[in-house]
C-alpha cells in the first residue's frame, strides 16, 4: 500500500465520473450550471479500468465513483462492470442523488456494485426544494428504498448542514437511525465559493457540535461508536433507542488530514492530491504514453505530493470550481 511523506497510507480512490449534475444544490452549484469538462475530454470506460488496475496495482484497495452526478454517465453500467471484476478491489461504492436509482438500482447490483451513499439534505419537500433546488424529495425517498430493495447496503445517507436552510431537519434526519439500520451523516459546509449567494458558505456553516447538541436536544444523548476503520472521515453514534448509526463529517471543525487515506481522479482525467486541492498530475498523457505502468508511476508521484492538510479550520476558502468528493 503507498504511504505519503508523512506516512499515511493511501489506498482509497474517488473516481469522478462526469462533472454535470441534475440537481443545483445552494452551495454546491450555480442555477446555471457550473464550468463542466467537455464530454470527449472524460475518460473512457477503458481508460478508467486501466487507472483503478495501476491504482490496485500500486496498493490502492478501495474505489468510489462520483461526480458532478455519476448516475448521468450513459455507460455507468459498463465502468461498473470493468472494475467490479478486478481482483484485489475489497470496495466499490457509489457517490449520487438517489433521483436515477429506482431505474438504476438492480442493473447496479447485477453490474458488481455494493453500496451506495445517497445525499439527502432535508425529509421536508419544501425545504428539500428550496436547499437542492432540482429534484424532490418523492423522487429521492424513491431512490433510497430502491437501492435498499436492490441490496445496494449499507445505505449510508448524506445531508450537508446549512444554516437558514436545513439546520432543523437535522432531527428527523437522524431520526430515521431509530427504526433502519442506515447511517445517516451530517457533513459541515466547506467554504468552496461556489454557492450562492456567494457568501453562503461562511453565513450557512453550522459546526459539528450545534448539530450533534440540537440532535441529542430532542432525541437523547448517544453512544460514541469505537472507531473500526481510522480512515472513516465519520465520527460515529448511536441513539439510545437506534437501530443505524448517526455520523458527523467535519472537515471545517475537527479537520480529518492525518487520517487522510484518498486520492480522487477527476472526470477529465487528473488525478487531484487532496479533495480540496487544486494540485494535480495529468493521469490522460500517461494513459496515452504508457498504460497500467505509467499510470501507476503518476500515482505513486501524486502520493507523494499530497499535501499534509487542506487548512479550511485556518479560514482557507477555495475559490477556484472544485467538484470535490465527500460523503465516502
Ligand atoms: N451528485 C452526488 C451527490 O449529490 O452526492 C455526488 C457528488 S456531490 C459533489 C458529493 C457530496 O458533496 C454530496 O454529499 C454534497 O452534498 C457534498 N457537497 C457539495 N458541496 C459541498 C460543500 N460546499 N460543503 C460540504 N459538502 C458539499
Known amino acids: 500500500m503507498p504511504r505519503d511523506r508523512f506516512g499515511r497510507e493511501i489506498n482509497y480512490l474517488r473516481i469522478s465520473l462526469i462533472d454535470h449534475c441534475n440537481l443545483r444544490c445552494v452551495y454546491c452549484m450555480p442555477l446555471a450550471g457550473a464550468p463542466i469538462a467537455p464530454s470527449a475530454n472524460l475518460l473512457t470506460p477503458s481508460e478508467i479500468e486501466v487507472v483503478a ?3 490496485l496495482a500500486v496498493g490502492f484497495r478501495r474505489i468510489r465513483l462520483t461526480g458532478g452526478e455519476p448516475t448521468l454517465r450513459a455507460d455507468l453500467l459498463e465502468i461498473v462492470e470493468r472494475l467490479a471484476r478486478l481482483p484485489r478491489l475489497e470496495d466499490l ?6 433521483l436515477l436509482l429506482p431505474r438504476l438500482a438492480p442493473a447496479l447490483v447485477a453490474a458488481g456494485l455494493r453500496r451506495v451513499n445517497v445525499h439527502l439534505d432535508s425529509l421536508d419537500p419544501e425545504r428539500l426544494a428550496r436547499v437542492m433546488r432540482f429534484g424532490s424529495f418523492a423522487d ?6 430502491a ?3 436492490a441490496g445496494l447496503t449499507p445505505i449510508k445517507l448524506n445531508a450537508v448542514v446549512v444554516r437558514g436552510y436545513n439546520e432543523e431537519d437535522v432531527v428527523g434526519l437522524a431520526a430515521l437511525t431509530r427504526t433502519r439500520d442506515w447511517h445517516v ?4 459546509l466547506m467554504p468552496l465559493g461556489v454557492g450562492e449567494p456567494a457568501d453562503l458558505s461562511r453565513r450557512g456553516f453550522v459546526p459539528t457540535a450545534e448539530t450533534r447538541a440540537r440532535i441529542e436536544a430532542a ?3 448517544m453512544a460514541t461508536l469505537p472507531i473500526l476503520d481510522p480512515a472513516d472521515e465519520a465520527r460515529n453514534y448511536r441513539l439510545a433507542d437506534g437501530r443505524g448509526t448517526v455520523g458527523f463529517i467535519s472537515p471545517v471543525s475537527e479537520p480529518y488530514c492525518s487520517t487522510c487515506n484518498r486520492m480522487r481522479l477527476t472526470a477529465d482525467g487528473k488525478f487531484h492530491l487532496c479533495l480540496l486541492n487544486d494540485d494535480e498530475c495529468d493521469v490522460r498523457a500517461a494513459l496515452r504514453r504508457g498504460g497500467i505502468e505509467a499510470v501507476a508511476n503518476v500515482l505513486l508521484t501524486a502520493v507523494q505530493a ?4 487542506h487548512a ?7 475559490e477556484r470550481r472544485e467538484m470535490f468528493q465527500l460523503g465516502g
Open 93 to 98: 461504492a457509489l457517490t449520487t442523488n438517489g
Open 185 to 188: 451523516r451530517f457533513i459541515e
Open 53 to 55: 488496475r495501476a491504482a
Open 140 to 145: 429521492i425517498w424513491a431512490g433510497i428504498l
Open 312 to 318: 479550511l479550520h485556518t479560514g482557507r476558502t477555495i
Open 219 to 221: 432525541l437523547g444523548p
Open 147 to 149: 437501492a435498499e430493495a
Open 306 to 309: 499530497k499535501p499534509v492538510g
